[in-house]
């Protein structure tokens, strides 16, 4: 079993900073990419970054600039740094690793609301 635990959601205002953070646990035999992927209300689900086993980042348009993830190996923990925080990053952001030949786990998701 792999589990997938997010932290660090919460309230910010416009401008503010949050740093999320997912750790995977479990029975990770081996690892091809690990993201952060976002769901407002009334939308789809969208990616937001992703960093692959050869630490090869790639981030939406509309964060480019404002966030950033990395990967601590030996924590098996994945984290992404908001900065500049908009009110349409307000969302659900879901931690996504794909391991183990492919497979997709999710964690359960943690709330990031922006507002004044």
């Known amino acids: 079993q792999v589990q997938l635990v997010e932290s660090g959601g919460g309230l910010v205002q416009p401008g503010g900073s949050l740093r999320l953070s997912c750790a995977a646990s479990?029975?990770?035999?081996?690892?091809?990419?690990m993201g952060w992927f976002r769901q407002a209300p009334g939308k789809q689900r969208e990616l937001v970054a992703a960093i692959t086993s050869g630490g090869r980042t790639n981030y939406a348009d509309s964060v480019k600039g404002r966030f950033t993830i990395s990967r601590d190996n030996a924590k098996n923990t994945v984290y992404l740094q908001m900065n500049s925080l908009k009110p349409e990053d307000t969302a659900v952001y879901y931690c996504?690793?794909?391991?183990?030949?492919?497979?997709?786990?999710w964690g359960q998701g943690t709330q990031v609301t922006v507002s004044s």
């Open positions: 479990g029975s990770i035999f081996s690892f091809n990419a």
């Open positions: 996504k690793l794909v391991a183990n030949f492919l497979k997709e786990y």
